[in-house]
């Protein structure tokens, strides 16, 4: 019988259905807070680098957008996608190029950046220039890729994996604490319903903070439809500001998003990225919610 564990007081002693709230350890990233009681941050860029310039670009954009919402930001973008559905897909320029166009981003515009790992070897070489190592949701149980990414002594983010229940990432929070780095914080994903589909159960975000970790929602690759167009996946962009809202409501410490200028023609996760121009709508949503929350909390 699957254990799951149990997020509220119900003992006969007190019959308290009020939710026990998890003290939630602060997570410091350049001059953004994750968790404790600090309000809601955001990641967020495009899904992989595409060029130079429109990394560049990009950010720059998204400062504008996050200093008028006065939300706390770090840079997302992926020097490698090593989890294409096809072969032929693009990839990214590579740890190399990658890295440099990252360290120009943060260099230029003093933003903490964030991008994925896929191989223990490529851990040390990105930590010389990120802020926070990310973990793909595909390789969330890679003990090895775990562990060196947490000896760089970087911030840590894993995301869980479609393919695990929510109480079973605290064997990954375990792995990490074995290093002494603090530094975690877990991303939901959504979860496999079915081939080609995904479901957002906002009970796993309560599960996981529940660790003492700080949780972020990925909103995007929510609403992802793994391989649904054959050799790419599709998405359901029109649910992304729905779930976000859903997510920061049932309580959350950061909230992550793939965004991109023209989607339509994103090299890599177009059809679930949000339109730019969206984003200050759903910023100003999400930060709503969250202060009336943390305001009763």
């Known amino acids: 019988m699957t254990h799951v564990p149990a997020l509220y007081d119900l003992t ?32 967020a860029g495009p899904c992989v680098i595409e060029s130079r310039d429109h990394t560049l670009r990009l950010a720059e954009e998204l400062i504008k957008i996050t200093t008028a919402a006065k939300m706390p930001f770090i840079f997302k973008a ?14 990214g320029p590579g740890l190399h190029d990658g890295l440099r166009i990252l360290e120009e981003v943060k260099t ?29 949701a595909f390789l969330c149980r890679q003990t090895d890729l775990l562990m060196a990414a947490a000896a760089t002594g970087r911030v840590v983010n894993v995301k869980k994996g479609q393919f695990l229940a929510p109480w079973d990432m605290k064997n990954v929070v375990e792995k990490l604490a074995t290093t002494g780095n603090q530094g975690v914080i877990l991303t ?57 809202r859903a997510a920061a409501a049932a309580g959350i410490d950061g909230l992550f998003v793939e965004t991109h200028n023209d989607p339509p023609r994103a090299l890599s996760d177009g059809a679930n990225a949000l339109p730019l121009e969206w984003l200050p709508a759903l910023l100003r949503q999400v930060k709503a919610i969250d202060a009336v929350l943390k305001a009763e909390m």
């Open 12 to 43: 006969m002693e007190t019959m308290d259905p009020a939710p026990v709230k998890p003290v939630v350890r602060g997570v410091q990233v350049g001059n953004v807070t994750f968790g404790g009681d600090s309000p809601i941050a955001l990641i």
């Open 78 to 91: 992926s020097f490698d996608k090593a989890n294409r559905s096809s072969v032929k897909s693009y990839r």
């Open 108 to 136: 230029t515009f003093g933003i903490p950046v964030l991008t994925d790992i896929h191989a223990p070897e490529q851990a040390a070489a990105a930590a010389q220039v990120v802020d926070v190592l990310q973990i793909p």
């Open 188 to 244: 939901d994903r959504g979860s496999s319903f079915g081939y080609n589909n995904l479901v957002s159960d906002m009970r796993g975000l309560g599960v996981m903070r529940s660790f003492g970790c700080p949780v972020v929602f990925d909103a995007t690759h929510s609403v992802q439809l793994p391989g649904g167009q054959g050799t790419t996946s599709g998405g359901q962009r029109e649910f992304i500001m729905p779930l976000s």
